[in-house]
């Protein structure tokens, strides 16, 4: 069944509690769950408001702020957990943000599933709940070292 084009996801309770409960910044976050995470500097607003233009609708706040700390993260073998601003793209309904062991897996906001956060294949379009929100996804998903 064809799927509506991407819909920012909406802002769930438990997200919104945790942007407040954070007192740390979104680097500091990453940095305690995969110590050897290579981060870069933060993205400008203006390239934030024109990636969320570009893909034609709002990032996730979650996404937004991290992006502004850290325009991507990246594992110590490489991987792109969450893709640099400019690789942002949305494909099938979907904000894909980042890989996700390698293959046809990516990680990406669906916003019709009640995780939010889905492992998708291309290749099957098979989606895979992994996370309500981006904090749940960094604190809770890479911790198991299944992303």
Do not use: C
């Not at 819909?7 to 945790?18: E, I, L, V, W, Y």
């Not at 990406?108 to 939010?116: F, I, R, W």
């Amino acid at each position: 069944m064809p799927r509506a084009g991407f819909r920012p996801a909406h802002q769930t309770p438990g997200s919104r509690k945790m942007s407040r409960m954070l007192a740390v910044s979104w680097r500091d976050v990453v940095l305690a769950v995969l110590p050897s995470a290579q981060l870069t500097d933060g993205a400008p607003s203006e390239a934030v408001a024109a990636a969320s233009e570009r893909l034609g609708a709002a990032l996730p706040e979650d996404l937004a702020a991290l992006l502004a700390e850290t325009d991507g993260v990246r594992s110590p073998d490489g991987q792109d957990l969450v893709w640099p601003l400019a690789r942002l793209v949305v494909a099938d309904g979907l904000l894909v943000f980042g890989d996700s062991g390698g293959g046809s897996d990516r990680v990406a906001y669906d916003a019709l599933s009640p995780a939010h956060i889905v492992v998708w294949n291309r290749d099957t379009d098979e989606r895979r709940p992994v996370a309500v929100d981006l904090a749940d996804y960094l604190t809770r998903v890479l911790v198991e070292d299944d992303y």
